[in-house]
């Protein structure tokens, strides 16, 4: 099951762009890579999914080089609601019964 | 209505005693997972259902037991609560994947928060 590293926390200024990036040096070849968001007392929130390259959404990007070794969740211009933990997971969602791990995830406070 | 609910929502007992969390889904997902959370640890796994008959273990499966009910009905029980079993536990769905790639994504529950005094 491979292991993922995100820092443990961030802070931004309403506005700016944040970027969270997420290590994950032992991704399996059939890995594919998700993010998740969760605001307190309530359950996580699935935000965006890839595998490689780059991937878009209404709600954020997610950038995955080459190596696949590592990615970055993107999220434009937050907001003072975009304050929640975000959970870098990694595991193979396609098909078979790999479990994923959730981590410890990144706090973002946005600062008004 | 939501698509996931647990009940109870807030559930305080005490050591030795067994307490049932259910979790209901209107999704018709085959998938059904159950988590806990602890400040600082992120989610964790403790069992996981990919149909009626599948019932597997997660990270933390000791001192929990689970029942597939139905699809639509997945239940988490401690056979006898201890004070480390303070938590907030979520129950969560997800479709089976019906292609290579599919995004496989779990739509989680409001979430229990038991405590074992």
């Known amino acids: 099951l491979a292991k993922t590293t995100q820092p443990i926390s961030m802070d931004s200024y309403e506005g700016q762009e944040v970027n969270i990036t997420c290590s994950h040096n032992n991704i399996a070849t059939n890995d594919y890579i998700t993010w998740y968001q969760q605001f307190p007392s309530q359950g996580p929130r699935f935000i965006i999914q890839g595998y490689k390259t780059k991937v878009t959404n209404e709600v954020a990007s997610l950038f995955i080089p080459a190596d696949r070794k590592s990615s970055t969740l993107s999220l434009p211009r937050v907001s003072l609601s975009d304050t929640a933990v975000y959970y870098c997971?990694?595991?193979?969602?396609?098909?078979?019964?790999?479990?994923?791990?959730f981590g410890t995830g990144t706090k973002l406070q946005v600062i008004p | 209505d939501a698509d996931v609910t647990q009940t109870p929502r807030n559930r305080i007992t005490k050591t030795g005693k067994r307490i049932m969390l259910e979790c209901s889904q209107t999704k018709g997902h085959d998938r059904m997972y159950w988590y806990r959370q602890d400040p600082g640890l992120g989610l964790r796994l403790i069992y996981y259902s990919f149909d009626v008959k599948d019932i597997n273990k997660g990270e933390i499966s000791d001192g929990y037991s689970v029942s597939r009910q139905a699809q639509a009905k997945f239940s988490l029980s401690l056979e006898s609560a201890i004070p480390n079993q303070t938590a907030l536990y979520f129950c969560a769905t997800s479709d089976s994947p019906k292609w290579a790639g599919d995004n496989n994504e779990q739509f989680f529950g409001p979430g229990t928060r038991l405590t074992v005094l």
């Open positions: 997971l990694v595991g193979l969602l396609s098909g078979g019964y790999q479990k994923v791990t």
